[in-house]
């Protein structure tokens, strides 16, 4: 609870009109995207600007009260739930593009800017933004940037971490770094740009961001490879890589995913077939006819049993649409969603898909699996119902098993979505105890009083959950 | 001084025969590329594998003896010299390639291997390791990490941190830790890999890496145009790149360093003209052939005299070899050479190439200018005496004045070759008093006795200096 005093400190520097504390308020950003996790904040602040973001950690730091940074909450980690209460930090008034350089083909923008409203602003010049997570329709740059978000391009281009140059911070104790810049080359002292991106809010917030810009690519083109055989799906996006060929995409779906993805999205999916997978080239016309080429051939060598090359980019644009909405169309089928992202090196795919599906069985719970395949970043999906308590226990320990697994073949817990709340459990899994002590030193030099979006990334307890009981 | 029961610890460890401290070893391993700079070790050691190299690291953890990893040696920052004595720790028995996995294209290394050696296994197989440092011939993949090395095809390909996915490190407790994986998304936790890369040695000790691979590109093709004024060669480079296109390398030497590396390399460099741009592109055949046609065209443009394409690729290497040999050739005219990475956006090369050569003037001194002008990465050169005193002290206030200006016009104090204890005065111009503070911060987390490294990246007395009186 916040005193009379610290709530008229907060109106003070942020205005009347930016200071929220209302029930309806608090409950609005109890939660975000992550079934099941629900936190109570004191209140809601919006600053205008850097400044108002210093002063309003500093009052939080002066009275030790654990801050929330927050973009659109489209997370699935529970990474902006607050769980110990406090003051969730929105971004409302910061969302404003700087700045589009294209001589040094970078864009500077403030946190708040929507994702896709800042990838049409690059393409508008002819520049391109790679990093497309799913969400990016809602999320916000400063939440991709505090997740280091990955999407469906990663493969090819690599993920938020890969575009950020340079970032203006506001440190636990108030005070404003800059660090990087509009620099290919900076070695000057420890990357810290890199290591707030994917700090998930634990270390500070950050006010500004320069992020990288690369030219659009010339053309691209969508192949549809279809699988009566799970493992034939796989070691096509194996033999695909081998054969030296990176496509920008490459999407697999199993059957029960494409069946509800072709229920909601409508666009002629086959339902009948065991896997699919979504490929997508870009670059020069002359490169990406060749790669879809020598791709499609791949596909027939590894007994695709139907391969179509989209015809225009409506039908690509469909198809890549439809692939993103996976998640809605899993969501509308059972009360409950639990989407996650174990990864592996691409070469353990097949191993994970049939590993995931024999844990399935062996806890009888229903497990979807879809994901980028070409980056070994799968999203097995459990349907469920979370007032089942007897099947959550069995879905809890379905999803150790699967983190188990993952790190066993060389992989990890999470490849995109974060540690947030609710993978925090599970991190020792992919780090040991010395690993997650180093973490915790770097928290702790920058966080001494643990303000910054505490009871996230580091586990309290080694109880391991997925959910945290309703 | 190390007691005689340290050196009996130090010897059980790695065999009497990988345990040095006679005089003349001491002296070998008193200096680095950096000129200017020594400090007499009081031992060397060369653990055999990361079990030694941990408990060596206990042992001077115990003793507090400052302990410094080092590669090949060839950094220009005073980036391994024993600035606090103590033990210089070698990776001369750490020098396998451990594996090349074509299927997940990473090669993972011990940090003793050639550079060289490593990009020449991995092209034997069809596959490319971007980073080129200068000095690869000689280099250790150990030393480019612990530096962030750079090279000519940093512009399009990015430098050695966008390469390391994973690594094995031992921490300055002992502790041995993995970060990371054959991942191209992994965002368990904070992003230790990147922040271990380019940490100059001051928070473990890196004992395994797991590098990015890609494949080799299709061809690669390369221009020289010459031009008879600076500013026509730097408004070529930022018309290249706002035309959208990026090429592998773009390099820029002035007159005084084509002057020189003619002298040296014989391979006909016209040395009459006041500015050369090296330029290569690569990829897909017809993509190297319409981009060399239009970068052809824009020098043209902007009144470059003559443009000449590289006929052959012996040709084309004789000029990349040429120009990787600028400061081999520029180290023999004079008794001092001083090689220092300044580095802007590139939007600001002409600027600062004239703001170069004015404070040339300003303070009397010799400055040669060349470097990878596509990524604003100039190498201004100083050619001196170190026995000069009053030079040197011109020297330092010239280059201080540099530093100043690149920081100035959006850039930073160093490029590539990082801060040791060269740079370490200089630091707080790019990041000032908080981010240094930050940085601190992070350093006495990992290594709260300070035995990593000491003496580097952070001043202890804020006097500048480029160069420490002999």
Known sequence: MLTKEIKQQLTAIVGPENFADSKASQLVYS???????QAMPDAI???????????VVKCCSQHRIPLVPRGSGTNLSAGTTPQQGGIVLLFKHLDQIV????????????????????IEAVEAKGLFYPPDPSSMKISQIGGNINENSGGLRGLKYGVTRDYVMGLEIVLPNGEIIRTGGKLAKDVAGYDLTRLFVGSEGTLGIIT???????????TKKTVLALYEDIDAAARTV??????????????????????VVEE?????L???????????????TQTVEKDIEDISEICRENEAIEISVAKTEAD?????????????ALARLKPTTILEDATVPRSEIAKMVKAINQIARKYDVEICTFGHAGDGNLHPTCLTDARNKPEMERVEQAFEEIFQTAVDLGGTITGEHGVGAMKAPYLHLKLGEAGISAMQGVKQAFDPYNIMNPGKMFAKSSRKRVVVSP
């Open 31 to 37: 939660f975000d995207a992550t079934p099941q996790f």
């Open 45 to 55: 602040v919006s600053p205008r600007n850097k400044v108002e973001v210093a002063e």
């Open 99 to 118: 700045e589009i350089d294209e001589e040094n083909l970078t864009i500077t923008t403030q946190p708040g800017v929507n994702t896709l409203e800042l």
């Open 208 to 218: 500004e961001a320069t992020l990288k810009l690369i030219p659009m690519p010339e």
């Open 238 to 259: 194996s033999k695909i890589i081998a054969s030296r060929i990176i496509p920008t995409t490459l999407e697999f779906l199993d059957q029960p995913t494409i069946k």
């Open 264 to 268: 909601f999205s409508n666009i002629g």
């Open 270 to 284: 086959p339902t009948h077939v065991k896997a699919m997978l979504l490929i997508e080239q870009d670059g020069s």
């Open 316 to 328: 690509a644009e469909a198809l890549r649409t439809a692939r993103r909405s996976a998640l809605s």
